[in-house]
Nanobody, 126 residues
Framework: QVQLVESGGGLVQAGGSLRLSCTAS??????????TGWFRRAPGKERDFVAS????????YYRDSGEGRFTASRDNAKNIVYLQINNLKPEDTAVYYC?????????????????WGPGIQVTVSS
């Protein structure tokens, strides 16, 4: 079982940047097909896929409407995955979650992930 905890959220002004962290612990091997995904749930909306990164290769995938503002990265030595968000907009306000699963699975859909963090609030003021 993998345990995940997000950090780095908070209140930021529109146009600013934020880096979220997802720290993983527990029984998993980063050399196997583990992948971490980032999702977010805005107020009154469904949980949406944002980005993903594979631990072993660093390969990333982003939702089409990301506009290039999101960048996922990882630090294998620390078991941390990051999500850099630039040029933040008020519509980025949401609870952000990281999740982990073993490929292959549909990485843009939540059910494929085995473990979830509790989520962290990001609020963007205009």
């Amino acid at each position: 079982q993998v345990q995940l905890v997000e950090s780095g959220g908070g209140l930021v002004q529109a146009g600013g940047s934020l880096r979220l962290s997802c720290t993983a612990s527990g029984r998993f091997d980063i050399n196997h097909d583990w992948l971490t995904g980032w999702f977010r749930r805005a107020p009154g909306k469904e949980r949406d896929f944002v980005a993903s990164i594979k631990w072993s290769t660093g390969g990333t995938y982003y939702r089409d409407s990301g506009e290039g503002r999101f960048t996922a990265s990882r630090d294998n030595a620390k078991n941390i995955v990051y999500l850099q968000i630039n040029n933040l907009k008020p519509e980025d306000t949401a609870v952000y979650y990281c999740a982990a699963g073993r490929t292959p699975f549909n990485i843009i859909e939540a059910p494929g992930y085995e473990s979830w963090g509790p989520g962290i609030q990001v609020t963007v003021s205009s």
